[in-house]
């Protein structure tokens, strides 16, 4: 098995601050941010940054459909771990300064991938993919912190 990885990042302007509070609201502004890739969204406990637990299924690709049960910590300031109770999935994300009145988010993921051919593909084309997914979340948040 091989560990596969995806980072996907954007720059806003709006403060730090702003945008972390925006990613950390898991009950109103993020299914606001979601794309069609997601169904079956619904915060089961808490709903703003840690302590939050989070269900939904994520369609990476036509066949393939993650059933996804996230728990959220905040290890660091302005920074939110999703770790998945169903996979080895982890999602980070990092908010920081980038200029006045500016932020940087930094969406990394990872997950133990398939051994063998499969594992080849997956560590080849996954990553790609979910960057696409993250790029569309990114691309909504800057509409939700203007």
Known sequence: MGQVFAATERVYQASPQRVYEALADYAVTRPKLLPAQYSEYEVRAGGTGAGTQVHWKLQATEKRVRDCLF??????????????????????WTVTAAGANQAKVLVETVWQGAGG???????????K???????AVLARLADEVA
């Open 71 to 92: 728990n959220v910590t905040e290890p660091a300031p302005l920074k939110l771990v999703e770790s998945d109770a169903n996979s080895s999935m982890v999602i980070t």
């Open 117 to 127: 051919i499969g594992g080849f593909f997956e560590r080849t084309f996954a990553p």
């Open 129 to 135: 993919g979910i960057n696409r997914i993250h790029d």
